[in-house]
């Protein structure tokens, strides 16, 4: 089979030499992204927003990726000051769409699911990067909002049919200008005290060469689910972050069942 490597070469090769279009570039000291809910103006951060960012392959219904659940992005240089004006697709979550098993290969990430070679009766889309909301603004602030936006109002979800994906991931790379940022838990937080990622109602499957095994809710998840209920704790399993797999998340992923990508939302 032949890699998909070829697929990133033109964005790497072009995010690599954006910055030579500005008269600065990121600090990746400085600079950070943090995970976001709520309001624009008194948002919420940490653990409260992760809650928020729980997905299904169809991203449908009002419990999936809660309250504008988002990532806020800050680009900052040397100096402290805001890099603005960086386009939205010049900051990138990146996805390389499938694993190394069926041949896609590269710097994003190897977990996520997110493709239409291994997925076709799902017509899942082909995702490989998740861009910002819009461009960066004068204090180097944008975002990405994991639901869709529109780019007149960055930071409120609105669903985008073309960004769907299966799997979860505890650490997606978060790229700006072909610099990869550290997450910060809290604005406040310490660099790399967060780590970019969505929890995944489709935790099992398709991560082998085995066709339409991915991006779909099934029993395969439901007892994923249900045997991590009083068993040792996954992470992953725990949709609503309150430290405990319970009936809470076992009620969430079967009031999913049987959804991917065209289902029960066509599009």
């Given amino acids: 089979m032949r890699?998909?490597?070829a697929t990133w070469i033109p964005f790497v090769f072009a995010a690599l030499l954006a910055p030579a279009a500005h008269a600065a570039v990121p600090s990746t000291t400085l600079s950070y992204f943090v995970p976001q809910s709520g309001s624009l103006t008194t948002p919420t951060e940490g653990a409260a927003a992760i809650a928020n960012a729980r997905t299904c392959p169809n991203k449908d219904g009002t419990q999936i990726l809660r309250l504008n659940s988002r990532l806020k992005v800050v680009v900052l240089m040397s100096d402290g000051r805001g890099l603005s004006g960086i386009a939205a697709q010049d900051v990138c979550i990146l996805f390389n769409g499938g694993t190394p098993e069926q041949g896609f290969t590269g710097v994003?990430?190897?977990?996520?699911i997110a493709n239409f070679q291994y997925n076709q009766l799902a017509n899942c889309p082909d995702v490989h990067c998740v861009y910002a909301d819009a461009p960066t603004d004068q204090a180097g602030v944008t975002y990405i909002t994991w639901l869709g936006s529109t780019w007149s109002n960055p930071g409120v979800a609105v669903r985008d049919p073309l960004i769907k994906w299966g799997g979860?991931?505890?650490?997606?790379?978060?790229y700006v200008l072909g610099f990869q940022l550290q997450g910060r838990l809290t604005?406040?937080?310490?660099?790399g005290s967060y780590t970019a990622h969505?929890?995944?109602?489709?935790?099992v499957g398709g991560r082998t060469v085995a066709p339409n095994q991915g991006e779909l809710v099934n029993t395969l998840d439901i007892n994923y689910v249900q045997g991590a209920m009083g068993g040792p704790y996954r992470y992953d399993a725990d949709f609503d972050d309150n430290g405990v797999v319970n009936t809470l998340d076992l009620n969430l992923i079967k009031g999913h069942n049987n959804h991917k990508c065209n289902l029960p939302i066509m599009n």
């Avoid at 994003?108 to 996520?112: A, L, N, T, Y």
């Avoid at 979860?168 to 978060?174: I, S």
């Avoid at 604005?187 to 660099?191: E, G, I, K, L």
């Fill in 3 to 5: 890699s998909r490597t």
């Fill in 108 to 112: 994003g990430d190897d977990s996520i």
């Fill in 168 to 174: 979860y991931a505890g650490d997606l790379p978060v």
């Fill in 187 to 191: 604005s406040t937080s310490p660099p």
């Fill in 198 to 203: 969505v929890k995944n109602l489709d935790l």
